[in-house]
């Protein structure tokens, strides 16, 4: 005797399932928006970072007063990038004294798995001025956890403004950061356990004022992709490239229109999936441009293209579709 079983009953009766798999369909995010969380509310991650752990991307960021001082770090996270669920205010104004008053910006986190922390690298100044031009450092055994505060410094002496950090694949930790009042844009080697500087790597760039910094490998080159320095206004971003991280790096190249679509670089992602792996650029755009506090900027996240394994693009779409399984990112119209 024959039975009527829907191909659904049989596969979960094989213990295959057809429900879709986590991140499996494509999304598609709004470009010059403020983004809304799963609960509705807005997502605070200016000036953030993303990184990969387990089937999640986890997107840090900074959330302001209204009066644009530091209120927390904050974290939420989302299988495909579009739904954002809020998981923490990693770090807030009673975690340290230093942060009772701050400003704190750029907040980006690396694993280091020698010591099982994920270290969270910062710009760091009073609150009242930017003339404390520091880095700082807090850390937590779980991505999501209360971060531990670790001290603000300047690494080997040096100012230090727009930041972002870099886990090579050997393991080894990179810090960028602008130095001597913007101009200069300084490339360090991190110690083994990413709690501090190691030594310098070189001067980028001498006096060529660029900041916004975010770098990343793809096909064995190593990408860095930077803003002019004007405020909380856009300019034209520019990205060089080096064969290896501690050898020369080209002269910057103009990468975008002349304002990034009204955008700062924040962080390049790698959606790396079954088909593709895409590179994301995640860009600010400040209502600092409009006299508007920092919690009132926007978004403006494009696919990067890559005519030759050392050559850019950028061009501009309204929305932009993303499917994490696969690793496909393109522009919409
Ligand atoms: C540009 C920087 O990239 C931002 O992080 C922020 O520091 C603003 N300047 C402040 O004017």
Do not use: C
């Not at 650029?281 to 919690?295: F, I, K, Q, S, T």
């Amino acid at each position: 005797m024959f039975l009527k079983v829907s191909l659904a009953t049989l596969l979960v009766v094989l213990g295959l399932s057809t429900a879709t798999p986590v991140g499996a369909a494509p999304v598609t995010v709004t470009n010059g928006t403020q983004f809304k969380d799963t609960s509705g509310a807005v997502v605070h991650a200016h000036g953030g970072g993303m990184l990969k752990v387990g089937d999640y991307y986890y997107w840090f960021g900074e959330n302001r007063n209204p009066d644009n001082t530091f209120r927390a770090v904050s974290v939420y996270r989302s299988s495909d990038l579009r739904a954002w669920e809020f998981r923490n205010n990693v770090l807030t104004q009673s975690s340290n004294p230093e942060l009772k008053l701050a400003n704190i910006e750029r907040p980006k986190v690396v694993y280091n798995s020698s010591t099982g922390q994920f270290v969270m690298w910062m710009h760091k100044e009073n609150g009242k001025d930017y003339n404390e031009a520091r880095a700082a450092v807090a850390t937590s055994s779980t991505v999501d956890g209360n971060y531990t505060w670790r001290g603000s410094f300047r690494p080997l002496g040096n100012m230090s403004r727009d930041i972002t950090l870099f886990r090579d694949d050997d393991g080894t930790g990179y810090m960028v950061s602008a130095a001597r009042n913007n101009a200069d844009l300084n490339l360090y080697r991190l110690t083994g356990d990413y709690l501090g500087v190691a030594n310098l790597v070189r001067t980028l760039w001498p006096g060529s004022s660029r900041e916004a910094p975010a770098l990343f490998k793809r096909g064995g080159k190593y990408f860095l992709l930077t803003s002019g320095a004007t405020y909380w206004q856009p300019n034209q971003q520019k990205y060089a490239t080096a064969s290896t991280i501690t050898g020369t790096w080209t002269s910057p190249t103009n990468v975008g229109n002349s304002t990034a679509y009204g955008s700062q670089t924040a962080h390049v992602v790698a959606v790396q999936g079954s088909q593709a792996t895409s590179y994301l650029y995640l860009g600010d755009r400040w209502a600092g441009a409009w006299n508007r506090p920092v919690n009132e900027s926007q978004y403006v996240w494009l696919p990067l293209t890559f005519p030759t394994a050392t050559t850019m693009t950028m061009s501009w779409y309204p929305r932009v579709s993303i499917d994490t399984a696969t690793g496909v990112v393109t522009g919409v119209q």
